[in-house]
């Protein structure tokens, strides 16, 4: 099949994870996949099949594209005989532009990343807003894919038919990510968090969380792997000799400190299934993370700790449970490992995908 994938591919973050995902087993699966995206580097592919359009990068998530990229799609598909156009929803202006150039463009498949907000506060309030924009552009696409199940109702309340929505979960290199062999380096009692150091993953309840677990156990450490806004709050805390940032990492070294740590954190405030987590759990860690989205149905109740959004003593009472007892970490660690390779391997996610290729195209020429 020849395949046509819209996507930004280069930052450190769980679109990018998914799309390099995505390329890479379309390609391992014998297809023809052309790339068109704003970044300048991407997975393993054949470098003719790289289409690049200009960007502005607005933020992390949003680039405002090349009026021209619309057209320059077009007129690839058409000299490529592309099949099917994958649009990875979340990356820029262009996949709001696509659906009305149906004519000239080949069945369009929306794979919708955005998550949508939860509690009060002005970021929050950002993120409904672009939600909101992006459930009205993939409306107009001919078949849907949401990575997060309980998005579906969402989808239905504004008149999208149930035959056009696909579920097709994020999927995780179990790999890559998988326990260590070895077992922990030191004796430090290690939570770990992955992501933006940002308002919306509640990196800034974690930080007052931590502080007050310290105070009270001292042979403790924060690991922080990202990047963002909120790097310039860590030296705030008395807590800071016991918080190890570490920047952004390549994605082949994040397993090393996920397998040397015990328990994975992430208090976020925006719905949907996140990368880090389904990643944290493949290595057999416990995750503390908040009660929203999908997460409510991912996570049973001797898998992880769901709190409410925003709040830090919850976090805390989760720290401290977690924190006294070994054996429940363990035993959580190792169920969370066993979830993650019987529902989201990559290898089911991708036959998934292709069914949904070859779904629209019977329908196009039918």
Known sequence: MRIGLVSKFHAADGLCTVANAVLDGLTDKSHEVHVFTQSPSVGRTHPQRVHRFAAVQLNPHFSLDSPSA???IAEVCREHDIEVLNVQMNSGSTEFLLPYFKRSLPPLVVTFHLAYAAGPSAFTTLFAVAWKASVFAARKYDRIVLVDPSQEAFFAERGVPEARITVIRN??????FAPS???KEDALLDFIYVGRLSLDKGVDVLLRAFERYHAENHDCRLTLIGDGMLKSRLNRYTSRGAIRWLG???????PLFLQNADVFVIPQNIGGLGMSVLEAMSCGLPVVTTGIGETTRLLSDDEGILVQPRNVDAVVRAMELLGSDEKLRRSMGMRCRRKILREYSWASQIELLERVFAEVLSQQRG
């Open 171 to 176: 999927g995780v290199d179990t790999k890559l």
């Open 248 to 254: 952004i990492l390549g994605h082949d070294q994040i």
């Open 70 to 72: 619309v057209r320059m």
């Open 181 to 183: 062999e070895k077992g």
